[in-house]
Structure formats: C-alpha cells, structure tokens
C-alpha cells in the first residue's frame, strides 16, 4: 500500500541548490532510513515531507485519509502547557476517552460520569492504549506529568516531541534524528519498540547501530542521484561499495570510448547521414559519462600535538553534589598516557559535570584535579559554536590565526585547513547561521583541533555529523597518540574508539569497566535485571497509582510467580546470543540470521515484562 509518492522535487536557496529532481515512494511497513551527506538537504526534505516547507518544483501525494507525525530535530510545542496538556492536546479519539476517564476518577462521586467513561474506555479498547502510551512517558523519563514545558530542557523537549508522536500512533512517522538527546537506556527500548510495532518509518539518523537494528530499506543521496538499498547498514556498505567500483569501472570505458570518439570528431564529419547524425548526438553524452568524477574528498585531520609528560590529569578525592543529588563521592583517579576512556550512563548521572570538573570550568566541592604541565585540552561540548552576527566561516578560524602549524614544522593558511574540513571556498566567506546543523557541528570540530589538544574530551560528538565524517573522524581518533576521553549515546563510535568505560550509575557511584560498550551490555544483560525491573514497577506504580479493587485470580497468581524465572531464562539466551557477535569473522547472512533470532528474544522479553507489569498494577499495593 503506497503511503506518499514524491514526484521530481528540487529546493534552493538563493544560488545553493540542495537537490534537484527526487523522486521516491513511500510503502506501509516500509522503515527507510535516508542517507545523506551534510549540507545537501536531509532536513529539507524531512520538512517537505512534513508539509512545514514546500518544493520549488515537483509534488509530494499523500494517500487519503494517512495519520502522520513528525518528530524534528527542534521540537514545536506550546510552553504554557504542562506535560500532561501536551499529550492530551493531541486529535487521537483514544485520548480523548482516556481524559474524560482520568477526570472521572477524580471525582467518583458523579456516578454517571464514570460510568460513562469506563464503557468508552471499553468501547475503544482504551484500556491497553493506557498502558502502553503511560510505558512510553516511564521509559523517556516523563513521569512529572504536571511539569510545565517552559521547565523543560532541551532534551526533555525533544522527548516529549518523541513521546507524543510515538502516541498518536501514526500511519507515517517522519524522524529527523531520533536518538539525539536519549540516553543508551532509552535508544534500545526504542528499538525494540520500531521493532515490534507496526509504524512505518522514514528517518534520518547517524546512529548506525539504530539503522542496522531498526531500517529494512536504506535511500541514499549521492552526488544529486537517488540511490535505494533493500536492506539494513550491512547491506547498504557491501552494496555501495560494489556500486562505487562499477561507477568507477563504467567511467574507465567511457573515457576509452571516449578517446577514439573524439578522434573521429576532430576529422570534422559532416552529418550527411543517419548513423553520422546519431554518432555526433551521442557524443556529448560520452564525454559526460567520461568526466564523471566522484568528489568523494574527505575531512582531513593531520595536526600538530605536544608531547604529553609523565604527568597528566590526577583527581584526588574529588567530590560534587547539587542540592541533595550527589555527583562525585571523593573519587580519585590518574589518566595514563595513551588512555581512551568512555563515559556512560543514564541523563542527569553527573556525566557533563564530570567533564567540567576536568576542564576547570566547574570546581568540586572538596577534593582537588592535578594537571600536567604539559597537557593541552581540547574540549568539544555540546553547546558548539555561538557566532557573531554576520561572522563568515573563514573568520571563526582565523581567530586562531591565519596559518596553522602542522607536522614536521609545516604549516597550511586558514583557508586550506578549512577546505580539509570540506568547506571549499566559496563556502568559506558564507555566513555561519547559513550552515546546516551537521556543517556547523564540522566547523566547530576544526576550531577545536586546529588548537592541537594532546588530551581530547568530546561530548557528544557524533550529534548531527553525517556517516562520511563520523567515518573520518573515527579513523583519526584510532590514531590519535594523545589522551582522549568520549561521552557518547553513538554505540557503534564507542565500540570503535575507547579502551574501558567510566559508567556513571547515580548517587556518586562511578564504575571502571575494562573493554568498549558492547562488551559492558553483555556483561550488564547477564546480572539478574528483576530487582531492576521491580525497582521500575514500583516507581512507575507510585506515578501511575490508580483506584482499582481488582485482585488476581488463581491463574494469574500463578502467572506471576512463574514470569520473573521465564524473563530470567530469556534474558540469559539473549547474552548467550549477543556473545557470538563479537566473532569477526561472521558473514552478512549469518549476522542478518543471528538478529533476527535476537529480535525475536527481544520481543519475548518485552511481552512478558509487560504482563508482569500489567499483574503488578492488578494487585493491590
């Protein structure tokens, strides 16, 4: 079933044009992921798709009658409203009827009211919507349903954004970088949810371990041509690979052909026949496919860095609290020359601070941070470039000045380093607010390099960078001699890059793991999670309190004394099975098989928790 068909659509701005005659079809239960480089107008189409901006040529149709949402990567929510008031404030029928239910229950006195609402709630079917949109706020950390929006930060914005979409349960769902602002907790629940829910998707997203789990068919934007790959991120590599070396291979004959073609050309021939006519027509066509050339140039990084001493960054019994939440509890620690060190743990664990701490931007409480003559910093944050008005990319990085010392006492001009970065010249003298949320991310990525850090902090550093540049950069963090510590929700950048994990649990508690991340998931998913899950119900149930006298019948006691043994021997199969990825020499096909035995465990898991949860709140506290 076609969903929308975009027919021939172009967009510029001014002298820019992003892209020029797409077109492509959107089918139910298809779940795209559109791959692009930065700055050729992923958001641009996103929001066409969205109907918030429109094409300067060509049509995007809709089936009649489709429910979509769009999840932008800048939510638009009203801040006078409370979180509640947002989800409620949605068309979905269902809601409504959960609304008047909820009132009803407030005032139990109007017996009619109630009775009303508790027939509506059964006539739609409400009750297990309930449930699960009231799951869908617990998981995205949205408990606080009277919070006003205003209160919000950012990233509780773009969760809110997410949650409301999720709930309004669209035939269409449009994502433009999903996993942003989510911590590691949340991006796995929400794939496991695209996983067993029947949404269809078109999204963009850097994450490539989302795109691998969550996308069955990829589109790429290449050079201005459409490209469509009926697979996950493994597919979509091995296939583009074999398309670049045929492209290459078609273009070789081209211009042999090519050569002996402009040979008979410069004899003059006179069209005097029909073959003749037909060989000067397809001339120009020739020389085209002959000078083809694919602009695949990428971000080059070849810096200058000091050589670190025997003494880098001590912490000596630092400790840092806010109010009552404890960030640091006397933590003592001594970074090693050569150490790539993760960070990672839930939103609000202390992570950013700690990097503050570090950085000397934020003092501890007690305790004190040693640093090494020597160490030069490099910090990467997530609140990026401010730019003067009217400031021109060339002149944020010729506040460092105008030539950049390199390697071997070399040095290149402002200029040259920012065309490494993939600003070409034109682009240079453009104005920084002009530049897509990627390009900006790239430029503020140069501004901290080109200081030669020789101990590397990046928070978050993979957010709006497409695939091309995360690829470059993940090459040269691998060579990178100096220290280097990442705090990232990218799973697949950290499996590459760290050597051991600063795992932020809460409360002051910092463990140090020794291996990347997908080595900490196995070894966290086999501990017993039941104390975790029952920790959850019992807050979600505190959150979520409601009147019911309802007890469990003889069968559902038995059901629930049964289901934590029957999740505990799930979740062990699901370690047991995460374990034979790590092997490196599995095939496409044998990696596709393996998922899709996980994917089925996955869902085992979540269906019970969810009875388990459904018992619980069936019981009486």
């Given at each position: ?5 975009v027919?021939?659509?172009?967009k ?25 480089k930065?700055?050729t107008g992923k958001?641009s ?29 800048e939510p638009?929510l ?12 949605s ?13 009803a ?16 709630m059964d ?9 699960q949109y009231?799951?869908?706020l ?6 606080n ?12 914005k773009?969760?809110?954004?997410l949650a409301?979409?999720?709930i ?15 911590d ?9 949810f ?17 795109l ?7 589109i790429?934007?290449?050079h201005g041509?459409?490209?469509?790959y009926k697979?996950?991120?493994?597919y ?5 690979e ?6 290459e291979v078609?273009?070789?004959k ?11 050309m410069?004899?003059q ?5 029909t ?5 000067i ?12 050339r694919r602009n ?12 670190l001493g025997?003494?880098?960054i ?7 609290a806010?109010?009552?939440?404890t960030?640091l509890d006397?933590f003592?620690?001594m970074?090693?020359?050569g ?17 503050n701490i570090l ?26 470039i ?21 390697k ?15 600003f070409?010249?034109?682009k ?12 900006r991310?790239?430029l503020?990525?140069?501004?901290v ?17 497409d ?8 090459n ?13 929700h990218d ?13 932020f649990r ?17 070894y ?6 039941i104390?975790e899950?029952t ?10 309190k409601?009147d ?18 029957k ?5 062990f ?11 490196p ?8 098989t ?5 994917q ?15 018992l619980s ?5």
């Open positions: 079933m076609n969903y929308l068909t027919e021939s659509i172009a510029s701005y001014g002298e820019l044009t992003l892209f020029k005659d797409i077109s492509f079809s959107v089918h139910k239960d298809q779940k795209i992921a559109f791959v692009a930065n700055g958001t189409i996103l929001n066409i798709l969205a109907k918030l901006d429109s094409p300067d040529a060509g049509n995007v149709v809709f089936r009649k009658d489709i429910k979509v949402s769009f999840l932008p990567q638009y009203d801040s006078n409203l409370t979180i509640e008031d947002t989800i409620f404030s068309d979905s029928e269902i809601l409504k009827v959960i609304k008047q239910y909820e009132k229950i407030l005032n139990p006195e109007d017996t009619d009211a109630y009775q009303k609402a508790f027939e509506d006539i739609h079917n409400a009750w297990d919507f309930e449930t009231k799951q869908i617990f998981k995205l950390k949205l408990e349903l009277n919070q006003k929006v205003s209160a919000l930060s950012g990233g509780q773009k969760r809110l954004s409301n979409a999720l309004n349960k669209p035939d269409l769902l449009i994502l433009d970088e999903p996993t942003n602002h989510l590691l907790e949340m991006i796995e629940w929400l794939e496991s695209f996983a067993k829910e029947n949404i269809t998707l078109f999204m963009v997203t850097h994450d490539r371990y989302f691998e789990r969550v996308c069955n068919e990829i790429e934007l290449d041509e459409l490209y469509s697979g996950n991120y493994s979509y590599l091995e296939k583009k074999a398309r670049v070396v045929q492209t078609e273009t070789n081209a211009k042999q052909l090519y050569k002996k073609e402009l040979t008979w410069r004899r021939p006179k069209a005097r026949t073959k003749s006519k037909s060989r027509d397809d001339f120009a066509d020739i020389k085209h496919r002959a000078h083809q695949d140039h990428e971000v080059q990084l070849e810096l200058n860095m000091e050589r025997s003494k880098i001590e912490l000596k019994k630092v400790s840092k806010y109010k009552d939440k960030i006397k003592d620690y970074f090693q020359k150490e790539r060190a993760g960070i990672i743990g839930k939103n609000g664990t202390g992570k950013s601070t700690f990097l950085t000397q931007t934020a003092q501890p409480d007690s305790g004190k941070v040693v640093i090494g003559e020597t160490v030069k910093i490099g910090y990467y944050t997530q609140a990026g401010t730019p003067k008005p009217n400031q021109k990319v060339i002149d944020i990085v010729r506040e460092f000045g105008d030539y950049i010392p390199l071997k006492g070399r040095q290149i001009s402002a200029q040259q380093l920012l065309e490494r970065f993939l070409d010249r034109k240079q003298y453009d104005f920084v607010e002009k530049l897509s949320g990627g390009e991310k790239r503020y990525l140069c501004t390099l080109i200081q030669n850090p020789n101990f590397l902090i990046l928070d978050e550093p993979t957010n709006d960078l695939i091309v540049t995360l690829n470059v950069l993940e040269f963090l691998l060579d990178f001699p100096g220290c280097l510590i990442v705090v990232s799973r697949y950048f950290m499996d590459k890059i760290v050597d051991h994990l600063f795992v809460g409360e002051g508690v910092i463990e140090d793991f020794p291996g990347n991340y997908s080595d900490f998931r196995a966290d998913d086999s501990k017993p999670v104390s899950t920790d959850a119900v019992k807050k979600e149930k505190s959150n979520w409601k019911s006298n309802n007890k469990l019948s003889y069968n559902e006691q038995k059901e629930y004394k049964n289901i934590e043994s999740i505990k021997s799930l979740e199969d699901k370690v047991e099975l995460e374990k034979k990825f790590l092997n020499e599995l095939t496409t096909e044998e990696i596709n393996l998922s899709n035995e996980l089925v465990i996955i869902d085992a898991i979540e269906e019970k928790e969810m009875r388990w949860l459904e709140e069936k019981m009486e506290d």
